[in-house]
């Protein structure tokens, strides 16, 4: 009996091997490395500082909350138009329109692109003076000098429509996929019983699309708090700091400034932070789904 | 007889070519005896590239080593080799950086006169300008050779200036002064709006244009106590200034780095600006420049002149090829080659070498080139230099966020400058104040003995 238990667990063993090697063991060394200080240009020695790293972000370090702000006004208006236009677009695709198949395939060609790719065409489009934004805005009789990624009014609404560009497609096939699997039946009841068609969205497809809604945005959700390589290629967090994300600020303390006990403090406050979130997400959607 | 004259001329050609691939071959192994090595460069990309290629064949041909040039983004290039020292990869036998950060890379970097001495290879520091000697040691070492001499002038229209009967500025009132009025209309009469000046605002290097008003105003980083001078009133004036004269430049400017800035000038777009060295050259290249033949040359407003120190070389101590790497730094930096790059407008390398500014060929280069090299040398004895203390590189950032709070309107002038002195002392307490203290008096020391920065 024993022998047979020794060989099951010897079977998974490589397995949890390389699971503690590359997430296990990683995990436990930034968390430790958090409580210390180490500065790679100095030396890189680890010297315990307690809860000294946490206490400057929270308390000490205007930069983190402002990067958190930034993250949150980028990252919540992105989704919700994400989330809007991907539901228009599967709504759409669902209907059996005609080149279903090219149009699909044309509109999640933005998110098999690389973020750096994408961020480096949009960079060319928003130029003021030879950008095609402002090139067609001109074209068509404005006086079109937009400084899409340098005037503060602007830069944030110019790095949300970047995201939305990359990202909207996700949105459409994690909702079309969820669309093409609600049953027939259940439409065909609600139009015998006279239902109108927004009726038939609200009491049938919204309530039974709940699940992919979830996911969809949980899923950019993550993303977003994550947000970091559309703003290196295109603001490197300005003008000012309007566009510094926290990822992005997290990124300077550790490879730019090298402080790598304070950058995994950081790290971990954002993994909190996202864990909370996202919870209170999931308990909101799954409340609605008692009624 | 024909067919044999025939024969002997074709075998005596296939002799010398033999011969002369042979003797070649033989040639470079027996002038370098690293020949078969490879000396991996890490290299801020094109322009400055250029000047590496454009010696590649000659290099690879005469010592039989061979070069892999990787290219990095300017603003990566810091931390992409400070990760590699750190992981000890010996990833690179060559890395270009900028002199604010030799405190930082010290530690990781061969000490270039022991090696040189070794393979007994002569890089005429004599000839090299004292500032920028200054700029590549640290501690008393010699640790990077420069191959670019970085440092800001004035450019200005001549041909707008004399129209209008205006001077070039000498303060950075004049400057404003001049922007105000030539900021809004067509001053060329070529059909477009032209605006009165632009600056490098961008998140990363735009310390640098506000550090040489900050000088001119008497400013200084630090007092003899390493307390944070940058809030003082050389500071306010400085970025009151710099920010002031935002109005007065063309949409978008907020996002202008080297490359936005140097196009709005050599495309006519704005009257005078302040930029390094090199975008001379290429406003006298007609295959970039709309206005050829018509730049001024000035001495930095205020009085101080900002001196980055251009970018230089070193070797990392975890290189492997050392000694092939001390001969390409070499072959590369000696006068006649170095002349070469920093002449070529398009590398965007500048003259170090005394010889550079001399020589009879780069006066001759266009018309006003003298003018061009003489107001080099005069904007380099009134030089101000980057901070070259530990964690150089951290202070900048820290400043140059601030300041980009500033220009954005996030922030009021004063405040910005507060922060940005109260995160320098927040540095200087972690990095050891007592250390960062010692380094800075050996750097206002070295200023002294130049007679700079005072």
Redesign the interface.
Known sequence: MRVKLLARYSYILPVIIILLAITIFPLIYSLTLSFHSC??????NWIFNGLSNYKEALFGD??VWSSLKNTFFIGIPAILLEFLIGLGLALLLNRGIIGKKIITSLLILPVMMPPIVAGLIWRILY???YGAINGVLRSLGMNA????????KLARLAVILTDVWEWTPLMMMILLAGLQSISIESYESAKMDGASPLQIFGYITLPLLKLPIMVAILIRLIDSIKLFDIIFVL????????TETISYYTY?IG????RMGYAAALSYLLLIITIILSILFIRVMTRKEAY | MHKKLRKVIMLTAAFSMVMSTYGGLAMAAEKSPFAGETVTIMVHPVPHATGIYMFKDKFEKKYGIKLNVIEVPP?SL??KA??EF?AESGAYDLVDFNPAWIA?YS?FLEPLGPLAKRYNLDFKLDDVMPIFRMMNSWAGKWYAMPWDGDTHMLYYRKDIFDKFGLKPPKTFEDFLNIAKFLNGWDWDNDGEIEYGCASY????RTYWWFLGRFAGYGGNYFDKDMNPLINTEAGVKALKNLVECIKYM???????SYMELRTAYVKGDVPMCIQWTCVGKAAEDPNESKIVGKTGYGLYPGGKTMIAGGWQFGIPKTSKHKGAAIQCLQFYTNPENSLQIVMNPATSLDPYRKSHYRAPEFRRAWPTAGEYLDAIEANLRQGFPDLEI??A??YM?ALD?EL????????PVKKALD?AAKKWNEITR???KEKQKEAWLAQLEAMKILGIGE
């Open positions: 500065d790679l240009r100095l030396g890189g205007a930069r130029h003021e003076k000098q937009f400084a899409w990624l340098s005037d503060p603001t490197r967090g300005g003008p000012g700091g309007k300077l490879f730019r400034y090298f | 603003e810091y931390e400070m990760t750190v930082d530690r605002l961008k998140r990363g063309p949409p978008g400017a907020l996002n202008y530990p964690g590189a951290e950032d966020y980009c709070l500033a220009y954005a309107g996030e922030k922060d972690r990095m050891g």
